[in-house]
């Protein structure tokens, strides 16, 4: 996302933007253009402000964007908000700007992640394929014990036969 911004003289005012959230990262970029009076400054700064720490970068002019766009970085984009300024120096001149405050939502971000324990709960299609198998392994069972009877009878036969011939 990028807010921009206009530098008229030593005015710093906002052009557009939405509701930013806290926590981001490498998200958040800030784009200035400046009007005439600033075209002799050829360094051209912004100080970031977060709970009385001070961050300096030097901006760069992007010519796909036609103006210089920073990255807002990570340590100001905390609690409800931080503060920019700009300011340009050539030679021993300096020229600054308003202070702008930037106001920031509450993101809930968090590092502190704890496990979910979720509850053992039975899976109806593992039960009733269990059942199948189970029934399954019945029949199996019924189908070989009907096969030996079968098989018994049909020995006892040849048994008898050979007896009543008297192989035996």
């Excluded at 010519?63 to 503060?83: M, T």
């Excluded at 702008?100 to 590092?111: A, K, M, W």
């Amino acid at each position: 996302m990028i807010i921009e911004y206009s530098v008229v003289g030593q005015i710093l005012q906002k052009l557009s933007g939405g509701c930013l959230a806290n926590d981001t990262q490498n998200y958040l970029s800030l784009s200035f253009t400046f009007n005439e009076e600033w075209d002799n400054y050829t360094s051209k700064y912004c100080i970031f402000t977060y709970k009385g720490k001070h961050y300096q970068t030097e901006l760069e002019y992007d010519n796909e964007a036609e103006a210089y766009v920073q990255i807002v970085p990570k340590e100001v984009l905390k609690g409800k908000g931080f503060f920019i300024t700009l300011y340009g120096v050539v030679d021993n001149e300096r020229i600054t700007t308003n202070q702008v405050r930037i106001d920031l939502l509450e993101s809930g971000y968090t590092t502190d992640i704890s496990s979910i324990d979720y509850p053992t709960v039975p899976d109806v299609f593992t039960d009733v394929y269990g059942r199948l198998s189970d029934l399954d392994s019945e029949m199996q069972l019924k189908m070989e014990l009907a096969d030996v009877e079968v098989e018994i009878k049909k020995a006892y036969r040849l048994l008898e036969n050979d007896i009543r011939r008297g192989g035996l």
